[in-house]
């Protein structure tokens, strides 16, 4: 932590923690509390031996509460100074250093979002996510300690990463939770709990107090948050201090994170109108009739596994990883990891074009056609000058640049139709032409992040394409 | 001696405003919600799991207030901020030091950073709930602008205090124009367009140009973002949100399982 002495840190974190664990404490507490009140108490397992001739069992109300009192005891230790007692071990954080890198983030976050999607019946037992969400506090609580993390987390601006992070965790339980149930009523010939609750009621006041209660709790809340964290004031803006790294705004690290496999013009032009352009069709092509206001997964599950694949593993995995994650020259940094601006990373990134010419048949790269060296076209020098580098253009996208240019065109050009014979056949029958198409080229747009990704890891591709003099890198 | 509260009510000035009686009664319920200019946003009776939180996660509803958070808290922030070099950054420094009411300008960017999040949220919860599908699939275009729109809101915003984190943000953010393909001086298809060897697209031209009315992030992008941020993209907003919330209502309300 620049500018503070590790004294000072310590008092820092030691004031945050302190009444952080104890807002744990009491969130537990008033679950336990919920749990007994509302009837919903149950013997997990029981004591061996028995007190007066009676089993003595362990409920849930139980345990929460002990949860709740580890809380409370992490947050008289934490909160009286002591945070080296309240963090993580040394060596596993190192661990995690050392073995996180873009790959395995990247890799990492699918498996896990793989493994709670097909186990999804498991995790959203409130129980379950109950325990996982306690983890989740816990594991940010025991990692405050480590200064190079509180740095980059408590950075002002990078705090509302962190709270949707847990918002996206607490309602994508909720949707699932709400959504495995439906799909075990409807399996089961009922109607989804939303059917049940079908009477119509009066706006006001119901609803109408619903909101001027949802107004002040807001209110509060925003009035507490400016009090608690001052907004961040740099210094005044130079034009020749550059910052490192030098970032967009949160909500743009996924596109800036994207600018490590595609050029600019892909990543912040074209990908992004694709994305929005796909937002904005999603209704137009999902032709399924079912799951219409109500949460499900089984009955819509084709649109469900792009949707997430799109939202949480593209778009939010990585404005987290280009947000907490890159340092300095845009490197990856462990997330107890100092950010040292002269951490070298070595890149030897290589073009499909140079793998074929020159390393697979051993020539060097063909140049571009250009008209001065064909004299003997006879063209106004007018024309020849409009022309030339529509030529310079072509004969490299299509000579140096060959096998590149054949992979594009077969993805985006050769792949659908095979889609629509294959895989997609019921699809291509029920859309039509023109709607599969856009599908089919939406998908594959989508999916090019991901392969390129696979490419860059495992064979240091740069570009399929690397037109640099024009610009033009793919 | 009569109640004051009844006096109030019984006057001519209470009735010119309120044309019912208080709504206590079925009646009255019914018919304030048809009088009141605000509450007609509303329909007058609504299935039970339609206000119900586990189902609508009220992220609609936040992401509207936030917005007028935003509107209040940023007339405010007006009076105490002039968009130009020389003064943009000591404005905020004072909002910072010296006015009493500089905690606007917390509210105002927590209240940003919490719309983004709640727009994203809500949009979440309307695919989750496939509430996009028909008859209400306009509407979910209409609030994919409304997306873009709260975006441009937050990064037009982001460059206002003109400290190093909002040039150097908004600089990273703009570049990305210069490779717009055809329209950015460094876009592929750039070379093609040419009129008697002279570019044509060049970087006093392009995209990039237009987003920021200069070269570089400087005096002309603070004045031309301070007024998308404060009148075009509000303005734009406002319309878009008018259409969404009538479209909610006449698209057949909230959505629910037939």
């Known amino acids: ?177 709400r959504a495995v149930i439906n799909d075990e009523r409807i399996a089961n010939g009922e109607p989804p709990l939303e059917k049940l609750d079908d009477e119509k009621i009066l706006v006001w006041p119901d609803l109408v107090y619903t909101e001027l209660i949802c107004m002040i709790a807001l209110t509060a809340f925003l009035i507490f948050w400016a009090i608690a964290l001052p907004a961040p004031l740099e210094e005044a803006a130079s034009s020749v201090k550059t910052p490192n790294p030098s970032k967009a705004p949160w909500y743009f690290l996924g596109l800036q994170e994207m600018l490590v496999y595609y050029d600019p013009w892909m990543a912040g032009v074209v990908l992004p109108s694709m994305i929005v352009a796909g937002l904005m069709a999603i209704p137009y092509l999902d032709f399924n009739k079912k799951g219409n206001g109500y949460y499900t997964i089984k009955e819509r599950q084709f649109s469900y596994i792009v949707f997430q694949f799109g939202f949480l593993e593209m778009w939010i995995t990585l404005i987290v990883l280009g947000t907490l994650l890159r340092g300095p020259n845009w490197n990856f940094f462990g997330p107890y990891e100092h950010w040292d601006a002269h951490k070298v990373e070595a890149l030897n990134n290589v073009n499909l074009s140079e793998y074929v010419w020159q390393r697979g048949l051993n020539m060097s790269l063909p140049g571009a056609l250009s008209f001065s060296d064909m004299p003997w076209i006879p063209l106004p020098a007018w024309l020849t000058a409009f022309l030339n580098p529509f030529l310079q253009f072509f004969s490299l996208l299509f000579g140096r640049e060959l096998p590149g240019t054949l992979l594009v065109l077969g993805y985006f050009i050769a792949l659908p139709p095979v889609m629509a014979l294959t895989v997609f056949r019921g699809f291509y029958q029920r859309m039509g032409f023109i709607r599969f198409m856009i599908m089919a080229n939406l998908l594959l747009f989508m999916a090019s992040l991901p392969i390129k990704m696979v490419l860059r890891w495992v064979f240091q591709l740069k570009y399929l394409i690397a037109i640099p003099e024009f610009f033009f890198n793919f | 001696m009569p109640d004051l509260g009844e006096t109030i009510r019984e006057s001519q000035i209470w009735k010119s405003i309120f044309r019912h009686p208080m709504p206590v009664d079925r009646r009255n319920r019914i018919v304030v919600m048809l009088t009141n200019f605000f509450l007609h946003l509303h329909p007058v009776s609504i299935k039970k799991q339609g206000i119900a939180l586990s189902y609508t996660w009220c992220m609609g509803g936040v992401t509207f207030f936030l917005f007028l958070v935003e509107t209040v808290t940023g007339v405010l922030l007006m009076f105490y901020y002039r968009p130009t070099v020389e003064w943009a950054y000591t404005d905020i420094q004072m909002l910072r030091d010296v006015h009493s009411l500089g905690i606007l300008r917390e509210i105002h960017r927590w209240g940003a950073h919490a719309m983004v999040i709640t727009v994203w949220l809500h949009m979440y919860r309307v695919f989750l709930t496939g509430s996009y599908k028909p008859p209400r699939e306009f509407n979910w275009v209409v609030g994919v602008f409304l997306l873009l729109l709260t975006l441009l809101l937050s990064f037009t915003g982001y460059l206002l205090p003109w400290d190093q984190l909002a040039v150097w943000a908004i600089t990273v953010g703009s570049n990305m124009a210069r490779a717009t393909p055809f329209l950015g001086h460094e876009g592929p298809g750039q070379q093609l367009l040419t009129l008697g060897g002279v570019d044509m697209i060049t970087n006093a031209s392009d995209a990039r140009f237009a987003l920021l009315g200069a070269r570089e992030v400087g005096e002309e992008t603070l004045n031309r973002f301070y007024i998308l941020h404060c009148i075009a993209i509000p303005l734009g907003v406002a319309l878009l949100l008018a259409i969404h919330f009538w479209r909610v209502r006449k698209d057949g309300g909230i959505s629910g399982p037939l």
Request: proline share 5%.
């Open chain 1, 1 to 177: 932590m620049h500018g503070l002495s590790e004294l000072q840190f310590q008092d820092l974190v030691s004031s945050f923690l302190g009444p952080y664990y104890i807002a744990l404490a009491l969130m537990n507490g008033l679950a336990a509390l919920y749990l007994w009140r509302s009837g919903q108490t149950k013997a997990w397992f029981n004591l061996p031996g028995s007190i007066g001739g009676k089993r003595v069992a362990i409920t849930n109300v139980v345990v929460w509460l002990l949860v709740a009192m580890v809380f409370a005891v992490l947050a008289a230790i934490a909160g009286s100074g002591n945070t080296s007692i309240a963090s993580l071990p040394e060596w596993l954080r190192e661990a995690i250093n050392n073995s996180t890198g873009p790959v395995v983030y990247s890799v990492g976050s699918s498996a896990v979002l793989i493994i709670l999607y097909l186990f999804r019946g498991f995790f959203v037992r409130p129980a379950i996510a109950w325990a996982i969400w306690n983890l989740m506090w816990l594991f940010l609580g025991l990692s405050m300690t480590d200064p190079d993390f509180y740095d980059i987390v408590a950075k002002p601006d990078n705090v509302p990463i962190v709270m949707l992070v847990f918002l996206l965790a607490f309602f994508t339980w909720l949707a699932t939770y």
